[in-house]
């Protein structure tokens, strides 16, 4: 079973930036990053494939500026979040996809203050 770590949410100010990681305890193909804000469902943010290739969700595009990468050395995903708004608030998951299942991690929580 896939396990996955995540660490780097916290509180920023508007404008800030944050990065995310998420380490695995195996190397996964896909791997992405989830958010859900309060009251509403979970979106995809971007997702990345172990040769690197980044996807963008194009709901995310021109929101914020976000660069998903991979070290594999590491088994671990980052996600660098720029030019951070209150509406980007909310709780952020690594997600894994192993053969059809989807292991999620803890999801870090991510305040935008204004």
């Known amino acids: 079973q896939v396990q996955l770590v995540e660490s780097g949410g916290g509180l920023v100010q508007a404008g800030g930036s944050l990065t995310l990681s998420c380490e695995a305890t195996?190397?996964?193909?896909?791997m992405g990053w989830y958010r859900q804000a309060a009251g509403k469902q979970r979106e995809l943010v971007a997702s990345i494939a172990l040769s690197g290739t980044p996807n963008y969700a194009d709901s995310m595009k021109g929101r914020f500026t976000i660069t998903i990468s991979r070290d594999n050395a590491k088994k671990t995903v980052y996600l660098q979040m720029n030019s951070l708004k209150p509406e980007d608030t909310g709780v952020y998951y690594c997600?894994?996809?192993?053969?059809?299942?989807?292991?999620w991690g803890h999801g870090p929580q991510v305040t935008v203050s204004s």
């Open positions: 195996d190397t996964i193909n896909s």
């Open positions: 997600a894994a996809a192993v053969f059809g299942v989807v292991y």
